[in-house]
């Protein structure tokens, strides 16, 4: 962990052991969530999946205008849209597990989250997903620019 990274998990520490129950792939993909708070009824964000497993992601974002709320957001539920392969939307639901904000002075923000009440189809996107990690970066470009039309 880098000084000044700001790390809070669900139980409100700091944690560096590594519990994944599955291997997670590193690569950036485009995704959209929808932040399902106590106060608001949804926020919704433009980012990126930086790294997936079938259990969960880690989701990086920009919050220029301060909306996300730092210390509420653990365990909040969220859902999930990007596009599979061929085009077509996908959306998975998760709840926060982890909020990192790396460096204090910028606005991204990382988020992981753990994947909840996925079906059985939804994790064989996210299987595809991870099998493509170095397959084709320019069809991942392609699809974000077709995301943010």
């Given amino acids: 962990m880098n000084e000044g990274e700001d790390v809070i998990d669900s139980a409100g520490e700091s944690d560096s052991i590594d519990r994944r129950n599955f291997p997670r792939s590193v690569f950036t ?83 992981g989250i753990a994947f909840i009440d996925t079906e059985s189809w939804q994790l064989e996107v996210i299987e595809k997903l991870i099998g493509m990690r170095n397959k084709d970066q320019n069809m991942m470009w392609d699809l974000w620019e077709k995301y943010e039309k």
Avoid at 48 to 71: H, M, P, V
Avoid at 92 to 110: E, M
């Fill in 29 to 111: 993909y485009p995704a959209e969530f929808k932040l399902f708070s106590r106060n608001a009824e949804y926020t919704s964000f433009n980012g990126c999946l930086k790294d997936i497993s079938l259990s969960g992601a880690c989701l990086e974002f920009e919050d220029r205008y301060g909306r996300f709320n730092l210390k509420n957001a653990n365990n909040e539920k969220v859902k999930i849209s990007f596009r599979d392969p061929r085009g077509d939307k996908v959306n998975v639901f998760a709840k926060i597990r982890w909020i990192k904000k790396p460096d204090p002075g910028s606005f991204t923000i990382n988020i």
